[in-house]
């Protein structure tokens, strides 16, 4: 779905949900924000058994309030910074030359950490780069249909949002061969 088809249905859901919810946006925001909850699952949850709220718009509501505290904690920068300090302060060569590399693929390319990964997107997420471990950056690629090597293994349980998962250690190993896949990947998003 194009992003602005995706950005007017939160819209009109963002506009409906003081009819079916009986709470503006705002008002849930200030509702969640008294309580402390640390994963979106747990947000729905709540919403749905304790307000009556529907899945889909319990959802909507735990997406704004997570991203709504992302932005509180300082800014896209300070997830990055955070992700990449202490013992994974290392890998951080690795994500900046990944960074380095999508970028350039187009003016469209949207770079939107979260609070473990950092998503690149296009018209839809392509790629996420995500500190796994202090040794170790773990690249997901959404690639479907290509078939897995021993290098680009399929995600297993990694992470859901991508179909592959490429493990790279060191700096070098943002090499041509995972260039052409994100490559691939950004092309098809």
């Given at each position: 779905?194009?992003k602005?088809?995706?950005?007017?249905a939160?819209?009109?859901?963002?506009?409906?949900?003081?009819?079916k919810?009986g709470?503006?946006?705002?008002?849930w925001?200030?509702?969640?924000a008294?309580q402390k909850?640390?994963?979106?699952g747990?947000?729905?949850?709540?919403?749905?058994s304790?307000?009556?709220v529907?899945h889909?718009?319990?959802?909507l509501i735990?997406?704004?309030?997570?991203d709504?505290?992302a932005d509180?904690?300082?800014g896209?920068?300070?997830?990055?910074?955070?992700?990449?300090?202490g013992?994974k302060?290392g890998?951080?060569p690795?994500?900046?030359?990944?960074i380095?590399?999508?970028?350039?693929?187009?003016?469209d390319?949207?770079i939107a950490p979260?609070?473990?990964?950092v998503s690149?997107r296009?018209n839809?997420q392509?790629?996420?780069?995500?500190?796994?471990?202090?040794?170790r950056?773990?690249?997901?690629?959404?690639l479907?249909g290509?078939?897995?090597?021993?290098r680009?293994?399929k995600?297993g349980?990694?992470n859901a949002?991508v179909?592959?998962?490429?493990?790279?250690?060191?700096?070098?190993?943002?090499?041509p061969?995972?260039?052409?896949w994100?490559k691939?990947a950004?092309e098809?998003?």
């Amino acid at each position: 779905m194009p992003k602005s088809s995706l950005d007017a249905a939160a819209q009109t859901m963002i506009d409906n949900l003081p009819e079916k919810t009986g709470n503006s946006l705002e008002q849930w925001l200030k509702i969640l924000a008294k309580q402390k909850f640390e994963k979106h699952g747990e947000i729905v949850k709540w919403l749905k058994s304790e307000h009556a709220v529907t899945h889909g718009f319990a959802n909507l509501i735990a997406h704004m309030h997570r991203d709504a505290v992302a932005d509180d904690s300082g800014g896209p920068d300070d997830l990055v910074e955070v992700q990449y300090q202490g013992p994974k302060e290392g890998l951080r060569p690795i994500y900046d030359e990944i960074i380095k590399v999508v970028s350039r693929f187009g003016n469209d390319v949207e770079i939107a950490p979260k609070r473990a990964y950092v998503s690149l997107r296009r018209n839809k997420q392509f790629a996420l780069v995500q500190p796994s471990t202090k040794t170790r950056v773990d690249v997901g690629i959404n690639l479907q249909g290509q078939p897995p090597t021993a290098r680009l293994e399929k995600s297993g349980s990694f992470n859901a949002m991508v179909s592959h998962r490429v493990r790279v250690t060191k700096k070098g190993e943002v090499d041509p061969e995972l260039k052409r896949w994100l490559k691939k990947a950004y092309e098809s998003a």
